[in-house]
Structure formats: structure tokens, C-alpha cells
């Protein structure tokens, strides 16, 4: 399995321009997660699904983030309008969930952002 | 106050060294317990996971829960360059919750 692909792995952009970061989970893997990593904050969770439905979006930092899952194998995460503060590594993760009392998390590279 | 705290270094050693990182947790509920390892530029991977308290071993890597004390423990012994990297904690309560993770701690390992 190629493990957790993320596209694009860096992207620069203009202030107010819209951003669109792609995930593939792996394949089985009915657990899907956002995350967004700064040296300040650290890992911050931003969205999970659970067979491709939203389950917790408390994360989502304001209206300009939104985040959906199409089907199982397809996952995207939108910044419109992006602004410099949103800069950061943003990593998608997949899990198979619950199994045998392991759960961990298989992360993709990430995609650094950086909004000029 | 987060609920996984980790002090962020960054913690430099010689190699060979003994290293210890640790983590506090406030949420009695975490029974899982894990330690990422995260190198420059790439995702986090799991090193190691526990479950409720005790020891765990694994090559030169040895993770320790104490629950009472809601204290998590990495140690690596006869550390080595390519140890470094930065050791992420997390802890979780059930399978159907996400992990919540630690800041992450930078560690360098010099030859």
C-alpha cells in the first residue's frame, strides 16, 4: 500500500485566494482526520469522518475552512479566503479505527502552506 | 490547559546517550497511550503504543504509562543520529475518539 498520499506537498498562494489540499486515505481505513501543525500550537485537529461522514468539525477554525469526503477513498480540505495566519503543515491521517485495542495513526506527508 | 502537555525541548544529547521524554495528561478516561516519531519535513509514524499502565519494550525504545501519577514516559537507550527527530505523545479513551496529541519534543542526537 502506498500509505497516505497528500497533493500538493507545498503550495504558495495569495492572501484572499482560495486553497485546496487533497488526501488519499488507505484503502480499508474507515477513519479519516485533519490536522494542522504549527510550532505553536503543535497538532491541532481540525475534522474527522467516519465512513466519509463529518463527525466532529469543532476544530474548523472559522467559515473560511471547510472539509468533505466524497467517498472512501477521497478527501479534500478548502481555505476560501486564505489568509497568512493559516500557514502551516496541514496533515491528513487515516485509521482503521478501533481493532484489537490498536488504533494508529497512519499520517500522510503533509502539505506546507504558506500564504503570502 | 491542554489535555496532553509535553515539554517542547529541543533536548540535545551525545550519542550513545540514555534519553527520557515525558508527557503529563489531565483526562482520567486515556486508556491508550502512543509516541509518534516525527523526522523533518515528513509525517508523524507510529513508534510505540501501551495500553492502560505498565512497560513496554522494544529494541533500544521503552515506553512506561503510570496512570496514577497520569504521567507517559519515553526512554531510548544507546540513542543513536538518526534518533533524532521530533517524539510526539498522544492518548485516547476509546476507539471511536480522536487521539490528542502532545506538542512534540525536538530531539538531536550528535555524533
Known amino acids: 500500500d502506498a500509505g497516505v498520499i497528500q497533493s500538493p506537498r507545498h503550495e504558495v498562494t495569495e492572501m484572499g485566494q482560495e486553497v485546496t489540499l487533497r488526501c488519499k486515505p488507505i484503502?480499508?481505513?474507515?477513519?479519516l482526520f485533519w490536522y494542522r501543525q504549527t510550532m505553536m500550537r503543535g497538532l491541532e485537529l481540525l475534522i474527522y469522518?467516519?465512513?466519509?461522514?463529518?463527525?466532529?468539525d469543532s476544530g474548523m477554525p472559522e467559515d473560511r475552512f471547510s472539509a468533505k469526503m466524497p467517498n472512501a477513498s477521497f478527501s479534500t480540505l478548502k481555505i476560501q479566503p486564505s489568509e497568512p495566519r493559516d500557514s502551516a503543515v496541514y496533515f491528513c491521517?487515516?485509521?482503521?479505527?478501533?481493532?484489537?485495542?490498536?488504533?494508529?495513526?497512519?499520517f500522510g506527508s503533509g502539505t506546507r502552506l504558506t500564504v503570502v | 490547559q491542554k489535555e496532553v502537555e509535553q515539554d517542547p525541548g529541543p533536548l540535545s544529547v551525545p550519542e550513545g546517550a540514555i534519553v527520557s521524554l515525558n508527557c503529563t495528561y489531565s483526562?482520567?478516561?486515556?486508556?491508550?497511550f502512543m509516541w509518534y516519531r516525527q523526522y523533518s519535513r515528513k509525517g508523524p509514524e507510529l513508534l510505540m503504543y501501551?495500553?492502560?499502565?505498565g512497560n513496554k519494550e522494544d529494541g533500544r525504545f521503552t515506553a512506561q504509562v503510570d496512570k496514577s501519577s497520569k504521567y507517559i514516559s519515553l526512554f531510548i537507550r544507546d540513542s543513536q543520529p538518526s534518533d533524532s527527530a521530533t517524539y510526539l505523545c498522544?492518548?485516547?479513551?476509546?476507539?471511536?475518539?480522536?487521539?490528542?496529541f502532545g506538542k512534540g519534543t525536538r530531539l538531536s542526537v550528535i555524533a
Open positions: 501501551t495500553y492502560s499502565s
Open positions: 491521517a487515516s485509521s482503521l479505527g478501533f481493532r484489537d485495542g490498536v488504533y494508529g495513526y497512519t
Open positions: 483526562n482520567s478516561a486515556f486508556q491508550y
Open positions: 498522544a492518548a485516547g479513551n476509546s476507539g471511536n475518539t480522536p487521539l490528542v
Open positions: 469522518f467516519n465512513n466519509n461522514v463529518p463527525i466532529d
Open positions: 484503502s480499508g481505513h474507515d477513519y
